[in-house]
């Protein structure tokens, strides 16, 4: 199994940029595909980014694409989003998750977050007008 711990959120201006980690143990990481996942106040879970096991595929909500960037260092058993150009509307506490790989890894699939097994306890982000 996979326990998962985010790290890097905090305070940050419109246009800023963080750079979250989610650091994993366990295993067998480098076999599991891992999204970022994020919850506003008020808002349902959603998703923000996915990337495969061996990161030749990744997926962006609409929401984030252009500005965000989800990458892996399965050497160090971390999985990183990039955030550029914050907007208010980013401001949510950020998750990593990770599931056994499956057999596909397309859009749909690394949007359902039910997917995923294992979830971290999330880092806040926040982004100030």
């Known amino acids: 199994q996979v326990q998962l711990a985010e790290s890097g959120g905090g305070l940050v201006q419109a246009g800023g940029s963080l750079r979250l980690s989610c650091a994993a143990s366990?295993?067998?990481?480098?076999?599991?595909?891992m999204g970022w996942f994020r919850q506003a106040p008020g808002k349902e879970r959603e998703f923000v980014a996915g990337?495969?096991?061996?990161?030749?595929?990744?997926y962006y909500a609409d929401s984030v694409k252009g500005r965000f960037t989800i990458s892996r260092d399965n050497a160090k058993n971390t999985v990183y989003l990039q955030m550029n150009s914050l907007k208010p509307d980013d401001t949510a506490v950020y998750c990593c998750?990770?599931?056994?790989?499956?057999?596909?890894?397309?859009?749909?699939?690394?949007?359902?977050?039910?997917?995923?097994?294992?979830w971290g306890q999330g880092t806040q982000v926040t982004v100030s007008s």
């Open positions: 998750a990770a599931r056994p790989s499956p057999s596909v890894y397309n859009d749909y699939v690394a949007r359902n977050g039910r997917g995923y097994n294992y």
């Open positions: 990337i495969s096991w061996g990161g030749g595929r990744t």
């Open positions: 366990g295993r067998t990481f480098s076999n599991y595909a």
